[in-house]
């Protein structure tokens, strides 16, 4: 082979290591964008999870403590309905008491 097709053969193959090289660096960036693309939507995806998962758990501890405080609000009205009635009880006995009181001595 002569100097000038050395020459050229050696042009010619440094352009097609360059040309491997930017394709490869191309692959490699379309590579790291999938991947980032990938990364976002996990991300995304998980956020999204938590954020059902919190809301329901919300959603049960409202509701929980909607149901703890009817029966609290429930048992006070029975409890203050026992107090009235005894409270009428008491006062009758009180009144037949003075009213038997004032028939004796009368």
Not at 2 to 17: C, D, G, Q, T, Y
Not at 34 to 43: C, F, N, R
Not at 72 to 80: F, N, Q, S, V
């Amino acid at each position: 082979m002569e100097r000038k097709e050395i020459l050229e053969k050696l042009k010619s193959v440094e352009a097609e290591i360059r040309n491997n090289l930017d394709a490869a660096q191309h692959k490699k960036n379309e590579i790291l964008a999938t991947a980032q693309k990938q990364a976002q939507k996990l991300e995304d995806d998980g956020e999204y999870r938590i954020k059902k998962e919190r809301e329901k758990l919300l959603a049960q501890a409202k509701k929980d403590i909607e149901e703890k405080q009817q029966r609290i609000l429930k048992k006070a009205k029975a409890d203050a309905e026992t107090i009235k009635k005894k409270t009428q009880t008491k006062k009758a006995k009180e009144l037949f008491i003075e009213k038997f009181k004032e028939y004796v001595y009368v």
